[in-house]
């Protein structure tokens, strides 16, 4: 993966929508311009076996329809069935490194990490990219530890220049700039996409706030 395709990460599962049609959320955010998506299905209510392989072989289709990465939160086995272009794991979801030799190269590794040792362990176990956060507050995820701000980005990034970094947590087009400014290729975000009233314009304009953020000068 080349880290353009990081700048604005959606990340949503079939409970993020607020009622919406998860596709069609989907659909919109990719007409909008993300640059890659990340199926996270999670919580109560949560889709499994066949609704859910059916689901991600729909988030599959429209991602390749815009030729958008495709990939799966935690659930090796569904990214494996689903073709899926990559696997985000956890801190809590198991060895980075035995998945990294279980998949080999055949797709993304993304890694979230909390700290600059969380970072090194993730770097040396192939790790393709970083999620680092909670940047800010968030109420997508009730376990999420305390927002961290920019500073776990930029000490992450003066460690390891030359690894890739997604911002989480409360990421928003007016509070994107930060993050990119402190060293992130991007931006993840549920809510901003998925709860906006209109997610391709949400999509569009964090594409922009990143765009502007990621110009030199
Ligand atoms: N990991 C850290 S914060 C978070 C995850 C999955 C949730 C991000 O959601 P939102 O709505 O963009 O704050
Ligand atoms: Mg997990």
Redesign the pocket.
């Known amino acids: 993966m080349n880290r353009e395709q990081l700048a604005v990460y959606f990340?949503m599962g079939s409970g993020n929508t607020a009622g919406r049609d998860p596709l069609a959320v989907l659909g919109s955010a990719l007409r909008g311009g993300v640059t890659c998506f990340q199926l996270?299905e999670k919580g109560p209510g949560a889709l499994k076996g066949e609704p859910l392989a059916d689901f991600a072989a729909g988030c599959r289709d429209l991602c390749r329809q815009y030729g958008v990465p495709f990939i799966v939160n935690d659930d090796l086995e569904l990214a494996v069935a689903t073709g899926a272009d990559g696997l985000h794991i956890g801190q809590e979801d198991g060895n980075a490194a035995e998945i990294r030799r279980r998949i080999g190269n055949r797709m993304i590794l993304g890694v979230?990490a909390h700290d600059v040792n969380e970072a090194a362990a993730a770097r040396s176990a192939g790790a393709d990219y970083l999620?680092m956060?909670?940047v800010?507050?968030?109420?997508?995820?009730p376990d999420?530890r305390a927002a961290s701000g920019t500073e776990l980005i930029t000490s992450a990034k003066s460690a390891y220049p030359d690894l890739p970094i997604v911002g989480?947590?409360?990421?928003r087009e007016d509070n994107a700039a930060p993050v990119i400014e402190a060293g992130a290729s991007g931006v993840?975000?549920?809510?901003?996409i998925?709860?906006a009233g209109d997610p391709e314009r949400a999509a569009r304009e964090l594409r922009q706030a990143v765009r502007e953020a990621l110009e030199p000068g």
């Open positions: 990340i996270r979230s999620g956060g909670p800010y507050g968030t109420r997508s995820k999420a989480i947590g409360g990421i993840s975000v549920i809510s901003a998925a709860h």
